[in-house]
C-alpha cells in the first residue's frame, strides 16, 4: 500500500490528524525500520476531513511487553 497523495497535492493541502479521529482499524503498517539509531514506524490511514490516504511516520519513544497473541489477523499471513 502507498499514499495516494502527490507531492503537489500534499504541498497545498495540510491535514489536521488527530488521534481522536484515528483507529487501528482504518490503518495498516507500511515499514519499520532504524534511522541514526532510532526505530521508526509508517503507517497508512485515512484523512478524517477528506478521506485522503496518508503515510504517518512516528519514532518509538517506548516499548513495553503486552499479553497478545501474534499474529493479530491470520488472513493478512496467507
Do not use: F
Not at 504541498?11 to 482499524?25: G, R
Not at 511516520?57 to 501474534?70: C, H, I, Q
Amino acid at each position: 500500500m502507498a499514499p495516494c497523495l502527490s507531492e503537489e497535492y500534499a504541498s497545498d493541502h495540510e491535514h489536521e490528524v488527530s488521534a481522536e479521529y484515528l483507529y487501528p482499524a482504518d490503518a495498516d503498517v507500511l515499514d519499520i525500520y532504524e534511522r541514526d539509531g532510532t526505530l521508526y514506524v509508517d503507517v497508512a490511514t485515512v484523512c478524517p476531513e477528506c478521506s485522503d490516504t496518508l503515510a504517518l511516520s512516528a519514532s518509538v519513544e517506548s516499548v513495553r511487553g503486552v499479553d497478545v497473541d501474534l499474529p493479530l489477523d491470520d488472513d493478512y499471513y496467507d
